[in-house]
């Protein structure tokens, strides 16, 4: 396992990307369904968010960016206390002690894009629920063709951009930056935006209906 590294108290962190060209492929988007389920119980849910922050950030500058340590630290709920012991700082921590993240130097930070799947020493450390769900997708995968699986990923990926507030171009865009067919990218972006537009239109009519609300 790689040493954990002891973090400066320092206000700014330089992250950069750790590629590769395994993990790049078969990973999952740390904001993922797959990482919310299971990665969660093994990093701790602060790293967790630290990483989902770090992958958004990546979206609008991929060659990396300088991260205001402060500010992130109260964008998810902690205190802005950056010292060597802070929950926050020991989030960096744990990222380089899953191999999830690398130092490079005193103030650089190596991060990966994609979350590898879990390893059997890792599945161990879950709930026996959690331990027979992932069984079960691992199964449901091996059983369905490769093209239904890119094409489920990618509605998957594009319908949580459109939650994140990414439009549909946008969205399109992202799933070709992540190597999906342009063909692909198109009908699984168009696919998340009628499901997200149905959503809203849903919970808007739903609000109307309430006791005391306005009709339409």
């Not at 949580?160 to 865009?173: F, K, M, N, P, Y």
């Amino acid at each position: 396992m790689t040493p954990v590294p002891d973090l400066p108290p320092v206000t700014t962190l330089t992250i950069r990307p750790w590629p590769d060209s395994v993990i790049d492929v078969v990973g999952h988007d740390p904001r993922s369904a797959y990482v919310e389920t299971y990665w969660v119980g093994v990093l701790g849910p602060t790293a967790a968010w630290v990483l989902r922050r770090i992958a958004t950030a990546f979206d609008a500058q991929p060659d990396g960016f300088v991260l205001d340590l402060p500010e992130t630290a109260r964008s998810i709920g902690l205190s802005e206390n950056c010292g060597r012991s802070s929950p926050f700082t020991r989030s960096f921590a744990r990222l380089v002690q899953f191999d999830l993240a690398q130092p490079l130097g005193e103030r650089i930070l190596a991060v990966r894009r994609k979350v590898p799947p879990l390893t059997r020493r890792q599945l161990l450390r879950l709930p026996a629920s959690l331990q027979a769900s992932h069984q079960e997708m691992q199964e449901h995968d091996l059983r369905t063709p490769n093209v239904e699986h890119l094409r489920r990923r990618a509605r998957q990926l594009a319908l949580s951009l459109l939650e994140l507030g990414e439009d549909l171009e946008a969205g399109e865009r992202q799933l070709l930056r992540w190597n999906f067919h342009p063909a692909l990218a198109r009908e699984a972006a168009a696919w998340a935006w009628e499901r997200h537009c149905s959503a809203r239109t849903e919970e808007s009519t739903h609000l109307e209906v309430l006791p005391g609300g306005d009709a339409a």
